[in-house]
């Protein structure tokens, strides 16, 4: 499933109201990765828009079979490891709010152009109804297009940085930080 391509605009949903509080109630928090557990809960208090998925990125491990273990940065990042794409798909509602919420995570994406990504998530548009469905994303550039991919140590530390950065300015816009 390929999230994130080039951005639509906004268009209007009269169904918008009812779109999220279905989707609201689809959250289950206990699957929210603990690291953005606040964002998503913020998201559901937020009225102009919700959230339809999250990650908040790792580092893994490939086991035996089709075990994966996450990796936590702590323990110190692989030579050449494998990792999963941070990022939270949004739908967004056309109005005024929106539209500002909209713009401000088109800016977030310009603090790291190399690794922050924002753009139009047209699989939930297209086969979910999820019109207004967008992305912001933290994966290497040439990398955006897939949800895992392989980097180097020293990229995945500039994963990682720009990741903590991603995070923080999303709660900085949130009111949490």
């Given at each position: 499933m390929e999230?994130?391509?080039?951005?639509?605009?906004?268009?209007?949903?009269?169904?918008?109201?009812?779109?999220r509080a279905n989707a609201l109630e689809q959250i289950c928090m206990s699957d929210i990765d603990p690291p953005i557990r606040d964002i998503i809960e913020t998201f559901k208090e937020t009225p102009y828009c919700f959230t339809i998925q999250s990650c908040h990125g790792h580092i893994i491990e490939q086991g035996d079979g089709n075990q994966v273990k996450r990796i936590e940065p702590e323990s110190g990042l692989?030579?050449?490891?494998?990792?999963?794409i941070a990022y939270v798909t949004l739908v967004l509602e056309n109005s005024a709010p929106g539209r500002e919420f909209y713009q401000a995570l088109s800016d977030v994406s310009r603090l790291d152009e190399k690794f922050i990504q924002w753009g139009g998530a047209h699989w939930?548009?297209?086969?979910?109804?999820?019109?207004?469905?967008?992305?912001?994303?933290?994966?290497?550039?040439r990398f955006r297009h897939l949800d895992r991919f392989n980097m180097d140590r020293t990229e995945g530390r500039q994963w990682l940085k720009a990741r903590a950065l991603f995070f923080k300015e999303l709660r900085g816009l949130l009111g949490l930080g």
């Open positions: 999230t994130y391509c080039k951005l639509k605009e906004l268009v209007e949903d009269d169904r918008f109201s009812e779109k692989p030579e050449n490891g494998l990792y999963q939930f548009w297209e086969t979910q109804g999820h019109c207004n469905s967008y992305v912001i994303q933290v994966a290497p550039h």
